[in-house]
């Protein structure tokens, strides 16, 4: 019996201090041992300014620190073929060093790419079981664009799309939002759960621009029609035309929608000061859009709400509006 309260009045004690802190953030230094051969946009120090800001700010301390674990294989499958992610693990051991003409593999690169898939599921784990109430995700290398049979974009494994089933096979639950506001279209993630009723799947993105994909009428084919929405934004918008997106659309189909999870592939490279961006996004947009997310995820999904990482090249400025993302995130509750 003393056994059995002690264990009761521990359990009391983690609640409270999970309710304290109450955002949980991914990190592993071994995400820092996927590295191009060349100097690149996508490379280890992007991680190293998100990690640093946050300890500067002091956030460091107040997170809920989640160690990754390498996915298994069968929750890869669950989006690429096994073939392919085969290939990428023989090709990394072989030496090769581009999957496609701009996304580079080192020896490691498969390794790490597995544990960037474990450490969204993990913190899907964390959220599921109370551990934290939402989270972010500073993992590498990024995933929206990766598809069934291919890497492309930077992408190795679509990490969001493959945390979308995990949660559903896992956890039973039904319908999972994704709403994308990287500067690039996630045709990979799109592609995943175009003929599929139980992922709403929602992009604002740069139109034209790479990869192409993303126009308005994409918008879902056959039990998935309507289930698909994309908002091409052009070259040289603004907060103003983002914000209006949120309010007037992108909200009222979340709500609709009814998402039992939200997750969001965070890409920061719509920031005005991003070199691959045509995008002028503040600070202060990423913030508004974040606490929309956070009030719709409140009243439809339980709070829960996992924001993972995509692009964003400016490491001046990715750090710091990481840094406010988080800040919303921890004080939302």
């Not at 359990?11 to 201090?17: D, Y």
């Not at 709500?255 to 997750?263: H, T």
């Not at 090249?313 to 406010?324: A, K, Q």
């Amino acid at each position: 019996c003393i056994r059995d309260s002690f264990k009761t009045q521990i359990g009391v004690f983690r609640l409270l201090i999970y309710r304290f802190f109450m955002t949980g953030f991914v990190y592993h230094p071994d995400y820092l041992k996927h590295i191009p051969l060349f100097n690149h946009p996508e490379n280890p120090e992007r991680l190293n300014a998100i990690v640093s800001r946050l300890k500067e700010t002091g956030q460091w301390e107040k997170l809920v620190h989640i160690t990754p674990e390498p996915a298994e294989d069968k929750w890869i499958e669950e989006i690429h073929s096994r073939n392919y992610r085969k290939y990428v693990k023989d090709a990394c051991k072989k030496g090769v060093t581009y999957l496609d003409g701009d996304t580079y593999i080192s020896s490691d690169s498969y390794d790490i790419a597995v544990l960037a898939v474990g450490g969204v599921l993990s913190a899907v784990d964390g959220i599921m079981d109370d551990k934290m109430k939402n989270g972010f995700c500073a993992i590498r290398p990024p995933g929206h664009h990766a598809e069934k049979s291919a890497g492309m974009g930077f992408c190795i494994f679509n990490n969001v799309a493959i945390a979308a089933r995990y949660i559903q096979k896992k956890y039973s639950l039904e319908r999972i939002a994704i709403v994308d506001w990287d500067v690039h279209h996630g045709n990979g993630t799109q592609n995943s759960f175009y003929t599929d009723d139980s992922v709403l799947y929602v992009s604002l993105h740069q139109f034209p621009h790479y990869p192409g994909t993303g126009n308005k009428y994409e918008t879902g084919a056959g039990k998935g029609e309507g289930f698909t929405l994309n908002f091409p934004m052009p070259a040289g918008s603004k907060d103003d035309d983002y914000l209006e997106i949120f309010r007037e659309k992108l909200i009222p189909s979340l709500n609709n929608f009814e998402p039992q999870f939200i997750l969001i592939s965070a890409g920061f490279d719509a920031h005005q000061k991003d070199p691959l961006s045509g995008i002028f996004l503040s600070d202060s947009a990423y913030e508004e859009m974040t606490e929309m997310l956070l009030e719709v995820s409140e009243k439809k999904s339980q709070g829960r709400l996992l924001s993972v990482l995509e692009g964003g090249y400016n490491l001046n400025v990715l750090g710091n509006v990481i840094s406010l993302h988080i800040q919303k995130l921890m004080e939302y509750d």
